[in-house]
């Protein structure tokens, strides 16, 4: 039985806090920080009277997301007041913006701790998920994670906005966004980009009364005896990726019946799966709210029992501890290579392993893992194999 699902309600409508509207300050200098951290976000100087919040794992940290920073100056310029439904929140920049009134929704847990450090009461939602329409919608196209996750992400926003009502959307020219504004504008009926700053881009359509295009369909794949399920924007949705399978097949002769396993960073859930097959106790975390979704969607395709949930790293996870930890370690956050995300999985293992216990970590074989896991671990490179190896970290 997997875990239970945070409830999807919709974002409170009422008169804006003092918290919500974020005093505008100047971000301070910035000592080192955890990555549980939230700092004030970096902003071009032009946006020096708005403010955000971040922290590592956020889209953009520690400044803010190119695109998002295009979108602010474009409703800046255009003056937008009132109610603004924000499908990709990320910081909460948008919510600084003078007269304006935040609905925000998030998929991202990093950003979700980010608005409620912010005052900002956000959702937990993907796209496809029903919410109250707006009559301005915002979005940031996430192109990097794939045509489906766009063409996801599009529909949304159809169904998000009434007729007559406003989408402002916004990407990088060089992931495809002039190709998702034809589709978004074939749907909308109205729509041309109206801003743009280097590859970044806004596009501005109007909402004609019409269906809202379907959402794609979920991907599924067989990995031996599995089958797994991967929603759109969801890593390695189409196949088992080098670097998982490869841990998998290093791990044929490991003994996981009745040990309390965690598949830190799940995706599509196949380690965690792979586990609970073999009688492991699986737990599957990941900071993508899709992806928590998708595991969830494989544990139930294959009969299998486990427990769910939507985390920022280990943040969910309370008390628990475990006899082995699972996982092949995100060090991408949007289009950046950013290690502190996978650093921070690294550390996971010292908190949450038993004595006795191991990690065992897949990774690029350049990635220097190796270095964050002394002090406190028996550090083995198990294999290194087609530009990967596995890591092997067992608790002194």
Same mark, same amino acid.
């Given at each position: 039985?997997?875990?239970?699902?945070?409830?999807?309600?919709?974002?409170?409508?009422?008169?804006?806090?003092?918290?919500?509207?974020?005093?505008?300050? /100047?971000?301070?200098? /910035?000592?080192?920080?955890?990555?549980?951290?939230?700092?004030?976000?970096?902003?071009?100087?032009?946006?020096?009277?708005?403010?955000?919040?971040?922290?590592?794992?956020?889209?953009?940290?520690?400044?803010?997301?190119?695109?998002?920073?295009?979108?602010?100056?474009?409703?800046?310029?255009?003056?937008?007041?009132?109610?603004?439904?924000?499908?990709?929140?990320?910081?909460?920049?948008?919510?600084?913006?003078?007269? #304006?009134?935040?609905?925000?929704?998030?998929?991202?847990?990093?950003?979700?701790?980010?608005?409620?450090?912010?005052?900002?009461?956000?959702?937990?939602?993907?796209? =496809?998920?029903?919410?109250? /329409?707006?009559?301005?919608?915002?979005?940031?196209?996430?192109?990097?994670?794939?045509?489906?996750?766009?063409?996801?992400?599009?529909?949304?926003?159809?169904?998000?906005?009434?007729?007559?009502?406003?989408?402002?959307?916004?990407?990088?020219?060089?992931?495809?966004?002039?190709?998702?504004?034809?589709?978004?504008?074939?749907?909308?009926?109205?729509?041309?980009?109206?801003?743009?700053?280097?590859?970044?881009?806004?596009?501005?359509? #109007?909402?004609?009364?019409?269906?809202?295009?379907?959402?794609?369909?979920?991907?599924?794949?067989?990995?031996?005896?599995?089958? #797994?399920?991967?929603?759109?924007? #969801?890593?390695?949705?189409?196949?088992?990726?080098?670097?998982?399978?490869?841990?998998?097949?290093?791990?044929?002769?490991?003994?996981?019946? =009745?040990?309390?396993?965690?598949?830190?960073?799940?995706?599509?859930?196949?380690?965690?799966?792979?586990?609970? /097959?073999?009688?492991?106790?699986?737990?599957?975390?990941?900071?993508?709210?899709?992806?928590?979704?998708?595991?969830?969607?494989?544990?139930?395709?294959?009969?299998?029992?486990?427990?769910?949930?939507?985390?920022?790293?280990?943040?969910?996870?309370?008390?628990?501890?475990?006899?082995?930890?699972?996982?092949?370690?995100?060090?991408?956050?949007?289009? =950046?290579?950013?290690?502190?995300?996978?650093?921070?999985?690294?550390?996971?293992?010292?908190?949450?392993?038993?004595?006795?216990?191991?990690?065992?970590?897949?990774?690029?074989?350049?990635?220097?893992?190796?270095?964050?896991?002394?002090?406190?671990?028996?550090?083995?490179?198990?294999?290194?194999?087609?530009?990967?190896?596995?890591?092997?970290?067992?608790?002194?």
């Amino acid at each position: 039985m997997t875990g239970p699902r945070k409830p999807t309600s919709q974002p409170s409508r009422s008169p804006k806090p003092k918290s919500q509207q974020l005093k505008l300050r /100047r971000p301070e200098p /910035r000592a080192a920080a955890g990555y549980f951290q939230i700092l004030p976000a970096a902003l071009p100087p032009r946006l020096a009277r708005l403010t955000a919040l971040t922290k590592p794992g956020v889209r953009g940290a520690p400044d803010v997301d190119a695109a998002q920073v295009l979108l602010a100056e474009t409703l800046l310029k255009a003056r937008i007041k009132g109610e603004v439904l924000d499908l990709s929140a990320m910081g909460g920049l948008i919510a600084s913006l003078p007269g #304006v009134t935040l609905r925000a929704a998030e998929g991202s847990a990093p950003a979700l701790a980010v608005l409620q450090a912010a005052g900002i009461n956000a959702v937990a939602a993907i796209p =496809g998920d029903p919410l109250e /329409r707006a009559p301005t919608v915002t979005l940031i196209l996430a192109g990097d994670r794939g045509n489906a996750y766009a063409q996801a992400q599009v529909s949304w926003a159809h169904a998000c906005t009434p007729p007559g009502g406003i989408l402002y959307l916004a990407g990088d020219r060089d992931k495809g966004f002039d190709r998702y504004v034809r589709a978004a504008g074939a749907a909308f009926g109205s729509g041309e980009t109206i801003a743009r700053d280097g590859g970044m881009r806004v596009a501005k359509l #109007v909402r004609r009364p019409g269906p809202t295009p379907p959402q794609p369909p979920a991907e599924t794949y067989k990995y031996e005896d599995l089958k #797994v399920v991967a929603l759109p924007g #969801v890593f390695s949705a189409g196949k088992a990726d080098k670097a998982t399978a490869l841990l998998l097949r290093t791990l044929d002769d490991l003994d996981v019946s =009745g040990k309390a396993v965690l598949d830190l960073g799940c995706g599509a859930g196949l380690i965690g799966a792979w586990a609970a /097959r073999r009688g492991g106790m699986a737990t599957l975390t990941d900071a993508d709210l899709s992806s928590v979704r998708s595991a969830e969607q494989t544990l139930a395709a294959n009969q299998l029992t486990g427990e769910t949930l939507h985390s920022d790293v280990d943040a969910a996870l309370g008390e628990r501890r475990f006899d082995l930890i699972l996982s092949n370690p995100p060090f991408h956050v949007g289009r =950046g290579v950013v290690l502190d995300v996978a650093a921070e999985f690294l550390k996971t293992a010292e908190r949450r392993l038993k004595p006795g216990g191991a990690a065992y970590y897949v990774a690029n074989d350049f990635l220097p893992y190796e270095k964050l896991l002394t002090g406190w671990a028996s550090v083995t490179e198990v294999v290194r194999e087609s530009g990967f190896k596995v890591l092997r970290a067992e608790r002194l």
